[in-house]
């Protein structure tokens, strides 16, 4: 196992692995960075430069933090990880880890993570993006709750926007937690394939979290 420190800026994780600043987002399909190759638990990792037309830099000017390289699912994927926002920390493993939670089973469509979540009383299919300050569900299951505020986001494919923001309860296991969500612009929410929405980091006030990609869970241990 290997434990490294984070930052949190924009509410997302920036985790300091040997010298290198380095934003985690499992929203991310491909890994890429200002640095050729990473190497965690003894393996390298070879990357390239930016993905889509992006670049660290501009990922790093939307964070309010510089940062060496985004790491995204192509890596990811062969990992376990646990983060922790109270302690600022990160620890890989080759091994699943072992926690006192609740297990959420995980599926990936085209490497992203997807989870189901009870919301309304109804179970609907989500991506889990560490790359995502907040949440994301459509208007449709935001309507009913009160507007709470406005904030701006980025995403690589459509760059910055603007969205509403709600407090949205939302139950994992028998535990509910009041998410902040936004809306996603309606053509990008049509371009969410295999998903109803995005659960983003607004979770981790709530939760230490074990990424068990290894055997397809999650663990959410309550704070």
């Known amino acids: 196992m290997e434990e490294y420190k984070v930052e949190i800026h924009d509410n997302c994780v920036i985790a300091e692995v040997k010298n290198k600043k380095i934003f985690i987002d ?37 964070l309010g933090t510089e940062i060496d390289m985004l790491l995204g699912m192509d890596v990811l994927k062969d990992l376990n990880f646990m983060v922790s926002f109270d302690k600022k920390i990160i620890r890989f493993s ?38 995502a300050k907040i949440s994301y569900f ?12 406005m904030i701006k ?16 309860p939302v139950v994992f296991g028998e535990q509910k937690i009041n998410m902040i969500t ?3 612009p309606s053509f990008f929410e049509r371009m969410l394939f295999g998903a109803e ?12 979290i074990c990424f068990n990609f290894k055997n397809n869970s999650l663990i959410l241990s309550p704070k």
């Open 182 to 184: 936004g809306n996603l």
């Open 138 to 149: 459509p208007s449709s299951l935001t309507q009913n709750y009160k507007k709470i505020g």
């Open 94 to 131: 080759l091994e699943p880890f072992e926690m006192d939670g609740i297990n959420i089973p995980v599926d990936f469509f085209m490497n992203i993570p997807t989870i189901n979540i009870n919301m309304d009383n109804s179970n609907i299919d989500v991506f889990f993006d560490t790359g």
């Open 26 to 62: 499992t929203g991310a399909p491909y890994s890429f960075g200002n640095c050729s190759e990473l190497k965690i638990l003894g393996k390298n990792y070879n990357l390239s430069d930016e993905f889509m037309g992006v670049s660290v830099e501009e990922i790093g000017k939307v």
């Open 197 to 208: 929405g995005i659960m983003g980091n607004d979770i981790f006030r709530y939760f230490d």
């Open 153 to 168: 986001d980025f995403h690589p494919m459509i760059g910055e926007f603007e969205t509403d923001t709600y407090e949205v």
